[in-house]
């Protein structure tokens, strides 16, 4: 009976009872299980029939239904957020037949499906696994990289992975898998093996049984063993052991368990990479005889795999190929061939290096497990051979090549054997578990034998393995441990459940409404008679407890006699196990602290077990006092207090401290009923006592105890302590006064208690919590609780000091007199004083406060992992204001002492990490020392606001020290703590807030009127109005810009009908003049990209907008449409090819490069009908230009080019050329070189490639190897500049743009080597270049093309010399770019312009044009930005004889051509111009600006001169649009309004010589001038030039399909040159773009009054400024408290309010609150005005407080330290209260001490030596006055009858109740020490005050104390008041 009566004792009551359904299951049901066709679509549709016809779909929903039940399983685990912050929901992962159903939910939460998976084939396991994507294999590598979160689907065949980023993974299973594993490197294979297992011939090396795969991208590796044998040397060897199976394998530490099946054993091995000197040996070749036999040799293990894999008997064979499992190839197969194949899986998972072993292979592992995978006659290959022919190793071909192992099993542990050992006794069930000391155990159950057996492990010191230790056996069916309280929840045999922690039973667990084993005879206990049945009764909780240590714990609910019963308690009526017949039958699915029970009759319940302690303030003590017992001590404590917590009916959050108190001083010894102030502890914790019976059974008669327990509740107490009680003189009542004296008499503790012998060491770690919990203003309450218990024990304990400082702290909680408990003084030599005990209580305030003065102190005590705060504070005092360096970067022992019982290095390891000091940013002062290091460890502004504001002011003053001039490269949590959010921001991110745009484009872009209700997307919606408001803020041009480039709305046709035009004639006459208008719409998308370019950010889910090109028109006055279809006139075939092309890369060219977009949406932007294709090539080339096309899947790439769409290939090869600009990337290469003949083998077919693609092509060979001066290229673009017309008529046309892009790409390979092109000397590339340009006789061809050329043109006759016209454009243009910049002037002469009329009759006047460029950028340094210089370049004869254009008479000179002439001149000063726009492009320089601009107007005029004519309107129109261009180059970005009006009056022009090209010239210079709305500009680097000659090539188009002179897709090649310049200044807390004043020399910084200083200092590197630029160039900043943004407040008048205050004038006190609004938005400011510095009516007492608040808040406000005004208020309400005599707590006047004491240390008088101009951080005039108050208010209170109460307490005698608080305000503010130090001389012995000074001197008393003491101790009745 008495075992009987212990079980009934100790009961733990489960909560939470819930009915449990796999989530999964429910859902299973109503899933569209067969119609998967998502998954089928990847496959050929051949074959998705091929298996079982339309059967497959019926056949796999049959399949579900009947087969549900038994293939169902489920796992649960712990929800993983991806924040980091830590969640409490359970995530569960169903399978059934072929699906996979992954929920999340939790109680709080309802389940939800989270992902549902369906596949082919039954699922026969799925599982979570973290795939680590990193190049970098080593073990350190695994700490820190990144993982990829996946869920991976077993099936028979294959594996498919899921990861959580959306990527999808398949790999094909060379082997039948038995079962897999989740590592901490990958997955872990176990092959099953079969009967037919070694093949016939080979008998010695059998195959391995374990595989791992560490990436669904690596390869299948085979898992090596290292097994250490008797003798200490240890075998090193494949797994293939086929009797060990994985029974258990753990991620964190990493171990295996498996279970040997021939010799009954349990064996743990530790997981790890394979080292070096392992893969040696496993992959030995050697066929030494002294090789272990059982080595596999990687060699035969290959032929095996292969030979294997076509054995005899295709179904047994393990490794047969899975085509062969269905009898047709079904569609399961497919993974085989594609097993990695980009197709299926996502390309941006390919980025991982492909082969991981040998970096070799790009074709996956499964070949090389079988070769011949899809070869099913196995008779051609007879296996007999293998094994012996390759012994030799001469075998081996190259696709052999060895499979490297990556992981390895390290043997650990194996159990004894023991003689009686069973069969199967092989572990169902494996988990590890800790116990409550954190001491770590291993448990398995063996359920043969119904024990759970439980190995102790533990890190050796070195930490580099785990020391298995003893095996202890539990008695259990069933175990699942309960993490969350380090504890285990173990089935008994007999049915019942119990708790055990480690391997100590801890109690029964009762689970309400499930009837325990033991209940049904529980009839015959004897009931707790108490009158109210339940907890909550007034008897003393011991008597229940009894005496602890026996453990007879009644349960203090009523039994369950029968089941009737259930219906009065809590639980529903509808429990599903009523019936008594049901038990547990097994646990399962444990997560935290909630487990699943199965029950036999097939229903399952999820209970929760109940946590330890649920308030703060118990679990704080639990963990300080488990830190210093022995741990045996301490699991037994820990025990016994979780059997009274969670014993059934247990206490609620309020009363949990009450049951601690009492429960830990029974296991002191103590008897708590007989204790005063534990007696009256009520367990319910509610304040009305009404509340607490409800739960028990009323009973109906009341009884004296209900009476007695109403007077001893918390709430009688809150009455009769209430302020209207004490008004209406309610005594007390009498009876509770009786109680008292009953207990007066003394009572001893008993010493046989458990906690006895260790009570001084558990009442220093309490009182070490106690001084923590001192620096949590939010911990007030607690405090208050742990004070009784503090005094209580220190009382008995005899330790005066204590009792004195606590006395101190609490006056009003801590009466000097109390009842005491005597401990027998035999006993007290049992009690254990540890070493750490120290008479002296320590104390953090008067550390720091010692510290403050400069006074030595002893090392605080602290614990670790609980007074953290302590020791913070501790080390940063010892910082800042000691100034030592050192105290944070080593374990600084001279400040703290640890206190441990014995060390846990666990503990010490993780310490270090936190409080190690790294020196990653840089800082110089001690300030920033200090917040960099607190960042380190964790410290946030939270923290810091919870601190007392004494303690926080050292620290705060740090703070506001960094705050004035932080470091740009400190990481986001400093900048967060010093209060910089700006700075924290752009660390963290840098993009424009685009949360906005869409309501201020409504505002921003005034749409005209009449058109809003059809207002369509013209493709500039998406630019940042705010910012360019921000730029351009004084007119509307950007509307006006809009306006010009918008293409898509109809235009307006004006046209007169004349009485004589018929109507026909009209219509006709409307649509010609339509036409002209189309020129100039086909235009604009060019210049609109530029003007749009980089400015959005798309949604991965919308495709992307493109606008229409809109080709209709408009005729006033009935606006009629106008249209070009109609038939009435020739319109061009094609005419809007080129111009929709253009129009999609203004579309694309809108996404800013930092965008996040992939291969998918790249893909799903694809256009559905055929029209639409040209726009898309646009986007496509776009995309690269902008750098993501990159990230499209190679496969879609060819997928687009084999299409033969010209414009796709077009787009798509000059787009991928420029992402991969200058990389030389091999793939890349051959994509290419398949588009240009001369590239191609002499011998390949001839390919038919347009013409344009060719020329695409040559650019993007020129674009990739762009700077690299690769040879080969360069020959072959040598001589592709004189390509000769080959016979066919394809070489024939445009010849012209072929050459030039030959010479482009020519001089982008060699760009700026100028003569030192390294192994080119034999090419004589200048030379050759200079016969291109002039002319002469053609070279014989070298080299392998020249067959090609044998037979010439049948169109046109060159003969052989060399077609100037043709080469001379690329040649030039190349030579510019081989000596760009060089200032070679040999080369430059050649291109001199000719100085006599013969030769200038030898040249096009265009080429001089381009000449006058090429020598202009040759000889950059020459270029000087004025007319003369431009002048300077015309030739002599040129300047004296070119006619002025406005002379009316053409002077006659016989000799001289004045047409030549005079087109000579125009074209060399344009060329001159352009060459000063590439000099000055993006400079904004403004005698560029000016000299161009003159030249502009200059040409303008010539246009409308009489004599234009001579020169050719055509030419002045060339060399105008020239000049415009070089003008927006120089002013890009800039929007300057001459270079607008001037695009806007081009603009109007139409008709006449005003063809599609000048129009795309005169928008591209408008575009320029706008770039990416006036966020970019251009850049003169080297490539940029290259770019931009490509882009503005002088030529212009005749009309939209012209491309003979130049491909018109290059014209968007400036994208390479344009570069971020706009830094954006955004206020942080609107976020919202503002005006900033930056400086810039060679650093940037924020300045101003306005803003927050901010510094990105260049010198050390411009890394940083470069990504702020990219990042849409958003520099945050933070404006100054006290001021306003410079657009709300542009002169700074409203500001002048802060000045005056700041000033302090005396009308200063007469300013209205409400003017705060104007110099800060901060609302919390802001409702301080509002609610407490507003004067109301009759305000009486208050106008001062209201003042006060008042001024207070100027001064924060003003001064930059908002954060301050806490104080100041709460340092006001303490001096109020102290003048009140109201302080209960001296806290508030401690912080007041530190405060003062701060700014009198040395330390702030030296810092503010140092910086004179620095701002007060606290008001000078604020602190004396404080003081002073402080000081009169204790001095009136000594004069009133306080000396006599100060020398009472000195003397030791007892004083009177009323005035304890003041006399510990005294004590405190004046560090009065206790009488204890007083000097043994005694008080009356000194005569002269100076004795007094000498006497006290060691004690550190400051004088003015002294002063005030000395009257007392010279017998003197009057003190002495200063």
């Given at each position: ?13 489960a ?9 999964g ?11 998967n ?9 051949s ?5 079982d ?19 169902e399983?489920?796992q ?5 957020s991806e924040?980091?912050?830590d969640?409490d ?13 992954w929920?999340k ?9 989270y ?13 979570w ?9 080593s ?23 899921h990861s ?8 094909s299973?060379?082997f ?11 997955l ?21 049984t374990m ?16 097994s ?18 994985i ?14 099946a ?19 040996v496993v992959?030995k070749?050697?066929e030494?005889g002294g ?12 032929a095996h795999?292969?030979s294997l894999?076509?054995?005899?008997s ?16 079904r569609?399961?197969s ?7 194949s ?9 980025s991982?290096?492909h082969s ?8 996956s ?9 899809h070869?099913?006659?196995p ?5 007999s ?5 390759n ?5 081996l071909?190259p696709?052999?090549?060895p499979?490297?192992p990556?992981?390895c ?14 069969k199967?006794?092989?572990?169902s069930?494996v ?15 063996v359920e ?19 020391i298995?230790?003893?095996?202890t ?14 504890t285990m ?35 015959t ?26 453990v007879?714990l009644?349960?203090?609910v ?5 089941s ?19 038990y ?11 487990v699943?029970?199965?029950l ?7 209970i929760t ?11 704080t ?10 741990k045996?001590i ?10 009274v917590h ?14 601690f ?33 409800k ?11 209900d ?33 008292d ?11 046989s208690?458990l ?44 330790l ?12 009003t909680l ?18 254990h004083?540890?070493?750490f ?12 406060s010692s ?9 605080y005590?602290?614990?670790p ?23 944070v970067s ?19 390891e993780?310490?270090e990490?936190?409080f190690?000091?790294?020196h ?45 001039q ?10 967060l ?10 660390a963290?991110?840098g993009n ?9 484009q ?14 369509e997307?013209d493709g ?5 109005h705010?910012?360019m ?10 509307q ?6 918008q ?37 604009l998308?060019?210049?609109r990209?530029?003007?749009t370019?980089f ?12 606008p229409?090109l ?37 579309a694309?060219l809108?996404i ?10 790249i ?5 559905k009908?055929?029209e ?9 080339m776009?995309l ?9 899947a ?15 290939s ?9 992402a991969k ?15 240009i003949?001369a ?21 993007g060979?020129?674009l ?6 690769h040879?080969?290229?360069?020959e ?24 030039l ?16 092109l ?13 016969q291109?340009?002039v ?5 014989f ?33 190349a030579l ?17 312009a000719?100085?006599?009329?013969y030769?200038?009759?030898f040249?096009?006047p265009e080429?001089?044009l381009l000449?006058?460029l ?5 000889l950059w ?6 007319s ?6 015309v030739p002599q004869?040129?300047r ?22 005079s087109?000579a ?21 403004l005698?560029a600006f ?25 030419n002045?129109?060339?060399?105008l649009?020239?000049?415009l ?6 002013m890009?970005?800039s929007?300057?309004?001459k270079v607008l ?10 008709g ?13 210079a408008l575009?320029?001038l ?5 966020r ?14 490509c ?18 897709a ?25 005006y900033?004043?930056?400086e ?46 410079y ?5 700074g ?6 000045q ?13 609150p ?17 609610y ?6 009759n305000?009486?007492q ?15 406000v003003?001064?930059?330290?908002p954060e ?12 109020r209260?102290?003048?009140r005599r ?6 508030e006047?401690?912080?007041i ?9 040395r330390s ?19 602190l004396?006055v404080?003081?002073?108050t ?7 209170w ?35 020490p206790a ?6 001389i005694?008080?009356?012995?000194s ?10 001197k ?6 003015r ?10 017998g ?7």
């Open positions: 009976m008495s075992n009987f009566y212990e079980e009934r004792a100790t009961m733990i009551a909560r939470d009872l819930q009915e449990f359904v796999p989530f299951r429910d859902h299973c049901k109503h899933h569209p299980n067969a119609l066709l998502q998954l089928r679509q990847l496959q050929p549709a074959e998705l029939w091929s298996s016809g339309a059967a497959g779909l019926v056949g796999s929903l049959q399949e579900v239904t009947i087969h549900e039940k038994q293939k399983s489920w649960l685990r712990k929800g993983v924040i980091g912050e969640v929901y359970d995530e569960e992962l169903y399978v059934a037949g072929n699906m996979v159903i929920s939910g939790s109680k709080s939460q309802a389940l939800a499906v992902k549902a998976f369906t596949v082919d084939s039954p699922v026969q396991q799925a599982l696994c973290d795939f680590i994507i990193s190049q970098d294999k073990e350190k590598a695994y700490s820190s990289n990144e993982v990829e979160k996946c869920i991976c689907i077993l099936q028979s065949s294959c594996i498919n992975m959580i980023e959306g990527k999808d993974y398949i790999a299973l060379p039948q898998v038995a079962n897999v594993w989740p590592t901490k490197y990958g872990l294979f176990e092959r099953s093996t079969s009967s037919h297992e070694v093949p016939p011939g080979s008998p010695r090396e059998p195959l391995p595989f791992s795969m560490l990436h669904p991208l690596d390869e299948i590796t085979p898992l090596v063993c290292k250490g044998s008797i003798f200490g040397s240890s075998r090193v060897q494949y797994v293939v052991d086929h009797a060990m199976k029974v258990f394998l753990n991620t964190d530490p990493s171990i295996v368990m498996t279970y040997d021939v010799q009954n054993v349990h064996s743990v091995w530790t997981l790890r990479r394979v080292k070096s000197e392992e893969e040696n992959l070749f050697s030494q090789t272990p036999q059982n080595v596999a040799t990687s060699s035969s293990l290959t795999l292969r894999s076509k054995g005899d295709p179904v047994t064979s393990p490794f047969q190929n899975y085509s062969s499992i269905h009898s047709q190839s569609s399961t497919s993974p085989s061939l594609h097993s990695r980009p197709s299926i899986s996502n390309m941006a998972a390919l991982r290096a991981p072993a040998l970096g070799v292979h790009s074709f592992g499964v070949q090389r497990f079988n070769i011949s995978s070869n099913q006659s008779k051609r290959h007879s296996i051979h293998s094994p012996n022919s012994s030799n190793g001469s075998f071909a696709e052999t090549e499979i490297v990556e992981l099993i390290d043997h650990l542990w194996t159990e004894t054997m023991t003689n009686i050992r069973e199967n006794s092989q572990a069930k988990f590890i578990t800790s116990d409550l000391c954190g001491q770590k155990f291993l448990c398995f159950l043969s034998q119904l024990q759970l057996r439980c190995v102790k492990f533990q890190e050796s010191n070195d930490k580099t393995q785990l298995f230790g003893s095996v056996n539990i008695p259990a069916k069933d175990a699942a441990p309960v993490e969350k309280i380090d929840l173990v089935l008994e045999g007999s049915g019942n459940l119990v708790l055990y922690t480690g391997v100590v039973r801890v109690g029964k667990v009762f689970i309400p409404g499930l009837p325990a084993p033991s209940l049904t005879m529980s009839n206990m004897p009931r707790p008679s108490t009158p109210l049945d339940g907890v909550s009764t007034p008897k003393p909780l011991s008597k229940l407890l009894g005496s602890l240590d026996e007879v009644l349960s203090p009523p039994e369950l006699r029968d009737s019963k259930l219906h009065d308690s809590l639980y529903n009526e509808d429990c599903t196990f009523q019936q008594l017949g049901t547990i039958h097994s646990i399962r699915d444990p997560v935290h602290n909630r699943t029970l199965e036999s009759n097939g229903s399952m319940v999820r077990i109940p946590e330890i302690a649920t308030s703060e303030l118990v679990q003590c639990l963990q300080a006092i488990k830190c210093i017992l022995p045996e301490a699991v037994q404590m820990l025990v016994k207090w979780y059997n969670s014993a059934p009916g247990g206490p609620s959050y309020h009363s949990e401290w009450n049951l108190v009492t429960c830990l001083m029974n296991m002191m010894g103590y008897n708590t009923d007989r204790l005063a102030w534990t007696r009256n502890f009520d367990f319910e914790g509610s304040l009305s006592p009404v509340i607490a019976p739960k028990a059974r009323p009973s109906e008669t009341g009884s004296d105890d009476w007695e327990y109403l007077l001893n509740s918390d709430y009688h107490q809150n009455v009769e302590s209430h302020l209207l009680n004490r008004s209406l003189c309610l005594s007390p009542s009498e009876a509770s006064q009786m109680k004296e009953d207990f007066s008499q003394n009572l001893s503790l008993d010493s208690t906690l006895f012998t260790h009570i001084p060491a558990i009442f220093f770690v309490l009182h070490l919590v106690y001084e923590e919990l001192k620096l949590n203003t939010l911990m007030g309450e607690g405090i208050c609780s742990l004070v009784d218990l503090l005094v209580q024990l220190a009382r008995d304990l005899k005066g000091p204590y009792v004195d400082h606590y006395y101190r702290d609490y006056p801590v009466r000097t007199t109390g009842q005491v408990c005597t401990i027998d003084p035999g006993q007290t030599g049992f009690m004083h540890p070493s005990f120290t008479s002296e209580p320590p104390s953090i305030y008067q550390w720091v510290c403050l003065k400069g006074e030595g102190m002893p090392p005590p602290y614990l992992g609980i007074c953290e705060r302590s020791k913070l504070v501790v080390l940063s005092i010892a910082l800042y204001i000691l100034g030592d360096e050192g105290s080593d374990e600084s022992s001279q400040y703290l002492t640890r206190i441990t019982i014995a060390p846990q290095k666990l503990q010490v993780q310490e990490n936190r190690s000091f790294r990653s940013t840089s800082v110089s002062s001690l300030a920033e020392r200090l917040v960099v290091w607190m960042t380190n460890v964790g410290f946030t502004l939270r923290d810091l606001e919870t601190l007392p504001f004494g303690i926080a002011l050292p620290i705060r003053d740090a703070i506001y020290h960094c705050r004035e932080p470091a740009s490269d400190w990481p986001e949590a400093v900048c703590l010093i209060g910089r959010q700006d700075l924290s921001k752009q963290c991110e424009l807030p685009k949360g906005k745009s869409s309501v201020t409504v505002l921003s872009s005034d749409v005209p009127s009449g058109t809003e209700t059809e207002e997307d500039m919606n998406d630019m940042n705010e910012v408001s921000l730029i351009w803020s004084e007119d509307l041009r950007v006006d810009v809009r306006r010009l480039l293409s898509a709305h109809p235009v307006r046709v004006n046209v007169v009908q004349y009485p004589e035009l018929s109507d026909h004639e009209f219509i006709e006459e409307k649509e010609n003049r339509l036409l002209q208008l189309c020129q100039r719409t086909m235009a998308p060019v210049g990209g530029m003007f370019l400015s959005y950010h798309p949604v991965p889910t919308e495709p992307l907008p493109i229409k809109n080709l209709t028109g408009r005729a006033p006055p009935r606006n009629t449409t106008v249209d070009l279809n109609s038939g009435n006139i020739d319109v061009p075939p094609n005419m809007t090819s080129w111009a929709s092309f253009h129009n999609g890369v203004a694309g809108k800013a490069p930092a965008s996040q977009i992939d291969s998918a949406w893909v799903y932007n694809k256009p009908h055929a639409l294709a040209n726009e898309y090539a646009g986007f496509l776009a690269g230009l902008n750098g993501h096309l990159t990230k499209l190679t496969l879609n790439i060819h997928d687009y080019l084999t299409k033969g769409h010209e414009m796709t077009i787009g798509l090869l000059l787009g991928v050329s420029a600009l200058g990389t030389m990337d091999m793939s890349i290469t051959r994509l290419l070189s398949i588009h003949p590239l191609l083998p002499p011998t390949s077919t001839e390919l038919d490639v347009p013409h344009n693609v060719q020329v695409a092509a040559v650019v060979i020129g990739v190897y762009q700077g690299t001066a040879r080969h290229t360069a072959v673009l040598l001589a592709e500049i004189g390509r000769p017309p080959g016979p066919e008529m394809e070489y024939c046309t445009d010849r012209e743009s072929y050459s892009a030959a010479g482009l790409a020519l001089g982008m390979v060699c760009l700026g080597h100028g003569s030192n390294i192994g080119m000397s034999d090419l004589n590339v200048p030379e050759q270049l200079y291109y340009m002319g002469g006789h053609r070279r061809q070298t080299g392998m093309h020249r067959e090609k050329h044998k037979s010439p043109s049948y169109q046109i006759k060159e003969g052989d010399t060399i077609n100037v016209d043709v080469t001379c454009p690329g040649a030039t243009l510019a770019m081989i000596y760009l910049k060089t200032n070679n002037r040999s080369i430059a002469d050649w291109l001199r000719p100085d006599t009329m030769l200038l009759d040249v096009k080429f001089l000449r006058t090429a020598r202009c950028l040759i340094d020459d270029i000087l930005p004025n003369k210089w431009v002048d300077s370049n004869i040129i004296e004889n070119s006619i002025s254009l406005s002379e009316i008479e053409l002077p006659c000179s016989e000799d001289l051509n004045l047409e030549t002439l087109q001149h125009v074209y060399i000063i344009a060329g001159a111009c352009l060459s000063l726009g590439f000099r000055f492009a993006g400079s904004e320089n005698s000016n000299c161009l601009h003159k030249f502009a107007k200059d040409f303008m005029t010539y246009l409308s001169a009489p004599n234009a004519s001579v020169t050719g309107p055509y002045l129109e060339t060399c649009s020239v000049v261009l070089s003008l927006a180059m120089v890009a970005g929007g300057n309004l009006q001037l695009c806007r009056f081009l603009h109007m022009k139409t006449g010589e005003m063809n599609y090209g000048f129009h795309l010239a005169h928008h591209m575009g320029l706008f770039l990416g709305g006036g970019y500009s251009l850049s003169t680097s080297n490539s940029s030039i290259a770019a931009l000659l882009a503005l090539y002088p030529h212009f188009p005749a009309h939209s399909t012209d491309n003979r002179y130049h491909l018109q290059l014209r968007h090649l400036y994208v390479l040159a344009a570069e971020p310049r706009l830094l954006v200044p955004v206020d942080v807390d609107t976020n919202t773009p503002c900033a004043l930056l810039v020399t060679y650093k940037i910084k924020v300045k101003g009054p306005r803003y927050w200083e901010l510094l990105i200092d260049l010198s050390k590197g411009t890394q940083h400024l470069k990504s702020i630029l990219s990042k849409d160039g958003v520099l945050y900043v933070k404006l100054r408290a006290g001021q306003l943004s657009k709300e407040d542009p002169m008048w409203q500001s002048l309010l802060a005056t205050v700041a000033n302090r004038n005396s009308e200063a006190r007469a300013f209205k409400e003017t705060i609004s104007a110099f800060t938005s901060d609302p919390a400011l802001l409702s301080f005005a509002d407490f510095c507003k004067p109301t009516v305000m009486g208050k106008q001062e407080i209201l003042d006060l608040f008042s001024s207070v808040l100027y001064e924060c003003t001064q930059e330290t301050m005004l806490p104080a100041y208020i709460a340092m006001d309400q303490a001096i209260r102290l003048g109201e302080m209960s707590e001296t806290s006047l401690w912080q001490k530190l405060v003062l004491e701060f700014f009198s240390s702030h008088q030296e810092r503010l030596q140092n910086h004179p101009k620095r701002g007060l951080f606290m008001n000078s005039e604020f004396p404080v003081k002073c402080i000081d009169n208010t204790l001095d009136q000594l004069q009133a009858g306080g000396d006599m109460c100060v020398h009472a307490y000195l003397s030791g005698q007892p004083l009177e109740e009323s005035q304890l608080s003041m006399l510990a305000c005294f004590l405190v503010y004046h560090s009065v009488p204890r130090h007083l000097p043994p005694g008080l009356e012995g005569t002269s005050f100076a004795e007094l000074l000498f006497k006290f060691q004690l550190k008393m400051p004088v104390a002294l002063l005030r003491l000395a009257p007392l101790l010279l003197n009745p009057q003190p002495m008041v200063m």
